[in-house]
């Protein structure tokens, strides 16, 4: 399967799981995630259409956007994982979209920056919705306070939240993680009205997507399923 053929596989997959739960297709946003995929394979998805791609290390798609600006400059990348404060300044530069805010002093740190590049960023919120202490994330109870703070920082566009579930075969359990961000995202809304706006939520992965859609989710960040596989290691 080429990655046209991929990319359209998974439109005609969310698609369906759309029409199960009484959704409109255009409610859902496919980032596809090109991490430890060359540059050749951006293009190619590219030309199928593809603007925005995720990315999980600052360093591997600053590498991606200065080989490809040239040639594509309508491509924009969206950092998708953890970020060290210390790399703000490269996020500044030449990403569109954070989805990995997690701390009050990184938000500082990315709004300083921005400011000095008179640029803005498109940024979610990552809630740790599965507890597991290895992931980051604010945790659930703390999102509500957190997202009040952000109002500071005028250079960030929050659009909404972000979470990584469960990694397990128990259905249950993932679904379980996307209900959490239900429960938040209503809290925001109820509680946060300066923050309602905040509409994008964005989880499910190569795995367990449908799962999301099933869940409300907006955004689906696909990598596998369009890219093909990666090493284990690979992430
Ligand atoms: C790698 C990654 C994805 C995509 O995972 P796939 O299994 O390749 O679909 C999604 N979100 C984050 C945060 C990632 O790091």
Do not use: Y
Not at 38 to 51: F, K, L, Q, T, Y
Not at 63 to 70: I, M, N, V
């Amino acid at each position: 399967m080429t990655i046209a053929e991929n990319l359209e596989m998974i439109h005609s997959r969310i698609a369906q799981t759309c029409r199960q739960m009484d959704r409109d297709p255009a409610t859902v946003r496919l980032l596809p995630v090109s991490k430890t995929k060359p540059a050749s394979d951006v293009v190619e998805a590219a030309e199928a259409g593809v603007r925005r791609f995720g990315e999980n290390r600052v360093q591997e798609a600053m590498g991606k956007w200065q080989e490809l600006s040239d040639d594509h400059p309508q491509i924009e990348w969206a950092i998708i994982g953890h970020l060290q404060t210390n790399k703000a300044r490269d996020v500044a530069r030449f990403a569109s979209e954070f989805q990995a805010l997690d701390s009050l002093r990184l938000a500082r740190e990315l709004d300083k920056r921005l400011h000095a590049q008179g640029r803005q960023l498109d940024v979610l919120v990552e809630v740790n919705s599965s507890g597991e202490p290895q992931k980051s994330g604010v945790a659930p109870s703390e999102a509500v306070d957190f997202a009040r703070q952000l109002s500071a920082f005028d250079a960030l566009r929050v659009k909404g939240l972000m979470t990584v579930a469960l990694h397990s075969d128990d259905e249950s359990q993932v679904a379980a993680c996307f209900q959490r961000m239900r429960v938040v995202q209503e809290q925001l809304r109820n509680e946060a009205s300066e923050v309602s706006s905040w509409n994008d939520l964005s989880m499910g992965m190569s795995g367990d997507f449908e799962i999301a859609i099933a869940h409300g989710a907006t955004t689906v960040r696909v990598g596998q399923a369009i890219f093909g596989s990666r090493p284990p290691m690979g992430q």
